[in-house]
T-cell receptor
Framework: IAGITQAPTSQILAAGRRMTLRCTQDMRHNAMYWYRQDLGLGLRLIHYSNTAGTTGKGEVPDGYSVSRANTDDFPLTLASAVPSQTSVYFC?????????????FGSGTRLTVV | GQNIDQPTEMTATEGAIVQINCTYQTSGFNGLFWYQQHAGEAPTFLSYNVLDGLEEKGRFSSFLSRSKGYSYLLLKELQMKDSASYLCAVTDSNYQLIWGAGTKLIIKP
């Protein structure tokens, strides 16, 4: 089934540890995104990639990094986790970055930093 | 700043009609999306409006007025499975998607 796969589904992480959230899509979409979703707040963009080989910073990029070595994969790395990074993380993709194409979301990663 | 406003929570009765409003103030406008998100799940696409007017898709319709910075999502013949959060999102002049916090819709029998 075409779509986006995120891993892990959930994780409890000790503060200060490094963690990579994985995201893979098989739809050959050009644009990919990482969001965090916290209770009472809208989806907040962390980083994005309009096409393979390029990345950009979103609204809340501090403490996170991404890479886009190929079309399919867009991993998100927390270099040194802090409790404020406890959240649900969604990876999404769209055919293009022109803002007119709907997003397909992965099922999310629930991260707890203790 | 950029802002999207939606009611936090709404309650409706099974079989009834409900209208969820969204007002926006963004730097430019290149389209408005509605997504549905069931608890613990990912958002899924419902509708896209870029021109003024009503777009109908089965039991769901979405309306846009660009001059008023206003949209609504209309759900007819409500079913229990429609209990979810409904997210409004606007594409701004930089083609970035700005998200509202979502409206939690509770359906009662």
């Amino acid at each position: 089934i075409a779509g986006i796969t995120q891993a892990p589904t959930s994780q409890i992480l000790a503060a200060g540890r490094r963690m990579t959230l994985r995201c893979t899509q098989d739809m050959r979409h050009n644009a990919m995104y990482w969001y965090r979703q916290d209770l009472g707040l809208g989806l907040r963009l962390i980083h994005y990639s309009n096409t393979a080989g390029t990345t950009g910073k979103g609204e809340v990029p501090d403490g996170y990094s991404v890479s886009r070595a190929n079309t399919d994969d867009f991993p998100l790395t927390l270099a040194s986790a802090v409790p404020s990074q406890t959240s649900v993380y969604f990876c999404a993709s769209s055919e293009s970055a022109d803002g007119a194409m709907s997003y397909t979301f992965g099922s999310g990663t629930r991260l707890t930093v203790v | 700043g950029q802002n999207i406003d939606q009611p936090t929570e709404m309650t409706a009765t099974e079989g009834a009609i409900v209208q969820i409003n969204c007002t926006y103030q963004t730097s430019g406008f290149n389209g408005l999306f509605w997504y549905q998100q069931h608890a613990g799940e990912a958002p899924t696409f419902l509708s896209y409006n870029v021109l003024d007017g009503l777009e109908e898709k089965g039991r769901f319709s979405s309306f846009l007025s660009r001059s008023k910075g206003y949209s609504y999502l209309l759900l007819k013949e409500l079913q229990m499975k429609d209990s979810a959060s409904y997210l409004c999102a606007v594409t701004d002049s930089n083609y970035q998607l700005i998200w509202g916090a979502g409206t939690k819709l509770i359906i009662k029998p």
